[in-house]
């Protein structure tokens, strides 16, 4: 048998020199992190932007054109409202609507929903027709 001139440790050993100095040595294993920088603190704020991006998967968006709209005619949706809007979109693709007609109080939304997108936005006192075309669907919501 050859013998070199290596040296085994204890882990008690390994555990002072390698984990319990302030200043690691070079090739040392660091101790876990802890706090903001621990896995456990990490792992959770990845599975809360996961979750976060989810919702937002859910949620409608607003076209440019349906963005110009309500802000040309000063409409700012309440967060009930947008609620309202949302939930209406959903019910409406539960419906197998793809094109519809949402009413939220005196404001009318034409919402492409298989796409979650807000096409385009009005008032309803301003549409004096009040006739809508291109949709397969109304919601009041």
């Known amino acids: 048998m050859?013998?070199?001139?290596r040296q085994f440790f204890s882990i008690g050993q390994v555990q002072d020199q390698y984990l319990n100095t302030k200043t690691?040595?070079?090739g040392a294993l660091k101790a876990p992190a802890s706090g903001e920088n621990s896995f456990a603190h990490i792992l959770n704020k990845v599975t809360e932007n996961a979750?976060?991006?989810?919702?937002?998967d859910e949620n409608l968006k607003f076209?440019?054109?349906?963005t110009?709209?309500?802000?040309d005619r000063n409409i700012v949706l309440s967060d009930d409202?947008?609620?309202?809007?949302?939930?209406g979109a959903k019910e409406a693709g539960e419906k197998g609507i793809k094109d519809s007609l949402i009413l939220v109080d005196q404001l009318a939304f034409i919402v492409n929903v298989p796409n979650k997108t807000v096409v385009t936005a009005m008032d309803q006192t301003e549409n004096k027709s009040n006739i809508f075309t291109?949709?397969?669907?109304?919601?009041i919501a």
Do not use: C, T, W, Y
């Not at 979750?51 to 937002?56: C, W």
């Not at 076209?63 to 349906?66: D, G, N, T, Y």
């Not at 110009?68 to 802000?71: A, G, I, Q, Y």
């Open 2 to 5: 050859i013998m070199d001139d």
């Open 24 to 26: 690691p040595k070079a």
């Open 51 to 56: 979750d976060i991006v989810d919702r937002a």
């Open 63 to 66: 076209s440019k054109h349906a």
């Open 68 to 71: 110009n709209r309500l802000s």
């Open 81 to 87: 409202q947008m609620m309202r809007l949302e939930v």
């Open 134 to 139: 291109n949709i397969d669907g109304a919601v």
